[in-house]
């Protein structure tokens, strides 16, 4: 990806770390589904190693599954999101990463969530991040995708107050899906939802858990 292109990335965040965590931080006790989404991925993981929670912003994702007993570490391209996730949860540990790039040794996870985080990279990179997910990721392991709805890219150059150049990629959920077969995910399942009222922006949601294939096994 373009390196201007993964700057501005890491830039917008790390103005928007304070009001976005203010924000975002306690979501998920407004959200029935993704919560019982994500008790299916613990208890699917649970035992089989640690669990990466990617694009994490300030680790809301990664306390809900740390709670549940899954051994999780949280890994964002901006350092102002992890200030906010190691403040708020200082017995998970944080890490600095860029999805396209993974600094991080071959099949060292059972798990993936991957929470809007490929939501700001534009569609034909979508591969060479799953590819990277791909690499980490050890046989059979579970990825947990969860993305926006549609067709548009949306350009924000304000948010909350703050000057941005931010893009938001809505996605088609069988796009993704083929994206992720081309790597060698299995796809078990594709949920989608209508967004809950006065809770989040006004989008359908998709989720997707796909799972890497085994040695021996078709994907």
């Known amino acids: 990806m373009d390196d201007d ?50 694009g994490g912003g300030p680790g809301h994702v990664a306390r ?37 790039s993974l600094d991080i040794p071959p099949e060292s996870f059972a798990g993936i969530t991957a929470f809007y985080a490929i939501v700001n990279i534009p569609s034909h990179w979508h591969r060479s991040v799953f590819q990277q997910m791909a690499r980490v990721l050890k046989p059979d392991g579970l990825l947990f995708l969860a993305f926006h709805v549609g067709d548009e890219v949306l350009d924000e150059n304000e948010l909350w107050g703050h000057k941005i150049s931010m893009k938001i990629v809505l996605l088609q959920p069988e796009e993704v899906r083929y994206d992720l077969e081309a790597e060698g995910f299995t796809v078990e399942e594709i949920i989608e939802r209508e967004p809950y009222p006065e809770v989040e922006y006004p989008s359908r949601r998709a989720y997707i858990f796909a799972r890497k294939a085994a040695p021996g096994r078709e994907p």
Not at 78 to 86: H, I, K, V, Y
């Open 5 to 54: 292109l993964t700057k501005t990335i890491r830039e917008d965040y790390d103005k928007l770390a304070e009001e976005y965590t203010r924000r975002i931080a306690d979501e998920l006790q407004h959200k029935p589904l993704d919560r019982a989404l994500l008790d299916r991925f613990a208890e699917a993981v649970k035992g089989h190693g640690d669990v990466c929670d990617m």
């Open 64 to 100: 809900y599954l740390h709670e549940r007993g899954v051994p999780v570490v949280g890994l964002d391209i901006s350092p102002g999101m992890l200030e906010q996730a190691r403040k708020l949860n200082p017995d998970i540990s944080f890490r600095e990463g860029d999805m396209l």
